[in-house]
């Protein structure tokens, strides 16, 4: 029994010392602290056009914060969907798989005065739906694939964003 008593102590302080090194790293969003507040993070965002520019505007506004200030840098979206068939192959099923295809271009504008360039980038996302012979059911498909896309495509662009103006 006096043989377990030296690894069991050793455990112990082990564990003890991990948790005391451990305690001094710190994790912290990437959409928070010194990058949420540096000034070329403050943003503002264009008015949406349509439903699918509505929601990336959100998604992003909701992640990122928006700016009042009026030389804080302007984001400009503009998403274009597509649809198309996820799979050539010939099936007896008649539910055939499709894709819808979102596509956004980002234009960030400075209104400060500095002579900066624009930035600008574009993503793409898609999403998956079935199209089975009835009409209805296949708009719903497909406009629930387009905004699980639009989604998809904020978060892209919030990255894009991310790396394009951080300091």
């Known amino acids: 029994m006096s043989l377990f008593r030296p690894s069991r102590i050793a ?14 790293c710190s ?4 959409h928070s602290g010194r990058l949420a507040e540096a000034a070329q993070m403050q943003l503002a965002y ?3 056009n349509t439903r699918l520019e509505q929601i990336v505007y959100q998604e992003l506004s909701f992640r990122l914060g928006t700016s009042a200030r009026p ?3 302007l984001v400009s979206i503009s998403v274009r969907p597509e649809t198309a068939v996820a799979f050539r192959s010939q099936t007896a ?11 956004g271009d980002l234009v960030i504008t400075y209104r400060d005065n500095s002579g900066r360039a624009p930035v600008r980038v574009t993503r793409t996302a898609t ?16 406009l629930e694939a387009q905004e699980r896309a639009a989604k998809a495509l904020a978060e892209s662009l919030r990255l894009a964003i991310y790396a394009a103006l951080a300091p």
């Open 93 to 103: 099923n008649p539910n055939k798989l499709h894709e819808a295809r979102v596509t």
């Open 27 to 30: 994790f912290q969003p990437v």
């Open 71 to 73: 030389d804080a840098p």
């Open 11 to 24: 455990l112990i302080a082990l564990s003890l010392s991990g948790g005391v090194a451990l305690s001094a």
């Open 127 to 142: 999403a998956q739906f079935n199209r089975s012979g009835q009409v209805l059911a296949e708009q719903a498909a497909e």
């Open 46 to 48: 264009a008015a949406p």
